[in-house]
Structure formats: C-alpha cells, structure tokens
C-alpha cells in the first residue's frame, strides 16, 4: 500500500512539472541590467590546446567601458608560435575588436546593452598548447562621479565630532610631513658632515706623510753634506787613517 502511494505521488509530481515547462524568467520584478549587474573585472588563466578555440561571455550596459587585457604566458610543444588570435563580439554579432598578436589590449565604449563574446583561437599551434593570462571588465565612469558626489553629501551629514577628527588627522598629517622632511634634511647634512670629515681626515694623513718624508730626507741630506765637509783626500805616498 505504502509503496503504491508512493508511486502515485512520483507520477502526480512528475505530470506537473511536465505541465509547467521550464521556468522562463526566474525574477520578473527585476530587469536584465540589474539582474546582470556582476563583477566589473575579471583575472585569470587559461589553457588552450592546439587549434582549440574558447570563448567566454561577459555582461555589459550601455555606456560603460569594455576592457580585456591578454598575454600569452607558456607556449609548448612542436613549431612553437606565440601569436593568439583573439575577437570580441557585440550581442549584435558585429566584431568590435580583434587583435592577432602574443600580447594585446581592446578597449571600447558600449554601444548596446548585453552579453559580449570574447573568443580566443590556437589556430597559429597546430601542434602545441599555450597559457594565456586574461583580465577583463567594464567600468563605468559616471557611477564613480555619483558615488563620489554621494560621498560629499555624506560628509557634509557628519556631526562635529568627526569633523573634528578628521581636522586633527590633517594637521597630525601635516606635522609628520614637516618632522620627517626636517629628519630628511638633518640626515643629508649628517652625510655631509660624515664625507667632509673623512676627507679631511685623508687630507691630513697624506700631508702628514709627505711632511715626514719631506723632514727624513732634508736630516738625511744635512748629514750627507756634513759628512762631505770633514771627508779630506790622502796625499800620494801617505798611508791612510785608521
């Protein structure tokens, strides 16, 4: 009995659902630009074989700027080519940017709100595989001036306290600045100092030597011409002194 209402629910939950189809629009309260309001970057790495082609999707709205970034990393195998051949299409289908290279970078405004098609194509490989490293993403230039101008209309709601804070911060800011360019100053004249001294002091101990030398040689020389003074010839015949 039991196993007889059990099949008979499965066969009343299975009917149903045959019934209802596929479930065609999950949010219906929420439009295509907030429902696909995602990361604005993406990086990472992938790895094409040879001749293999891969494409990925990436959301976009109208007027936001559309950016990808790539690079071939690792190339492997036999008769080894850098060059990737890679082209992003508009949800149209029209091709908005294509570059053919080891390295590139294609950057557009968007013309059409939907999801753009980047394709990356090993064709130049027939017999090897390469990494390549990918970013891409959208920014959107008037939504940081709006978050900015959100931002000031925020400060401007702060209570004193914090504005207070905040004027305190600066002026500690601004005497940390002055107390390290003053430490700056003080260490470059300390380097200074440290050089004239070591120069004076090689200055010193060069002249000093000189000068001793000079005082050995000028003795040396006075014993020399004393010596000669009292140095007297033998006449002929005369047996020399003891």
């Keep these: 009995m039991l196993q007889k ?3 008979l629910v499965w066969l009343l939950l299975l009917f ?7 479930l065609k629009d999950p949010h219906p309260e929420l439009s295509d630009q907030e429902l696909f309001w995602g990361a604005d970057q993406y990086d990472f790495s992938i790895m094409l074989r040879a001749g293999d082609l891969q494409c990925y999707w990436h959301f976009a709205h109208f007027g936001e700027h559309f950016y990808l970034n790539f690079m071939v990393q690792l190339v492997t195998g036999v008769a080894l080519d850098r060059h990737l051949s890679v082209t992003v299409n508009a949800p149209s289908g029209l091709i908005v940017g294509k570059v ?5 970078q294609i950057a557009f405004s968007v013309k059409e ?6 394709c990356f194509s090993n064709f130049h490989n027939r017999f090897g ?7 891409f993403g959208v920014y959107y230039e008037g939504q940081k001036e709006e978050e900015k101008k959100k931002k000031e209309e925020d400060i401007k709601q702060i209570n004193s306290t914090l504005s207070f804070i905040e004027e305190s911060s600066s002026r500690l800011q601004r005497f940390v ?20 001294l070591q120069s004076n002091s090689t200055y010193v101990n060069i002249w000093s030597a000189v000068q001793s030398l000079l005082i050995i040689t000028a003795g040396y ?22």
């Design 129 to 135: 595989s390469m990494q390549v490293f990918l970013n």
């Design 177 to 196: 600045f002055h107390m390290w360019r003053h430490y700056n100053y003080e260490r470059m004249r300390r380097g200074t100092d440290f050089y004239l």
């Design 100 to 104: 053919d290279d080891a390295s590139g």
């Design 5 to 7: 209402g059990f099949y």
């Design 221 to 242: 020389l006075q014993l020399y011409c004393l010596k000669r003074l009292f140095n007297t010839k033998p006449a002929d015949g005369d047996k020399p002194r003891c």
């Design 16 to 22: 149903g659902l045959s019934n209802s189809g596929a």
């Design 113 to 118: 709100t939907g999801f753009y098609q980047m």
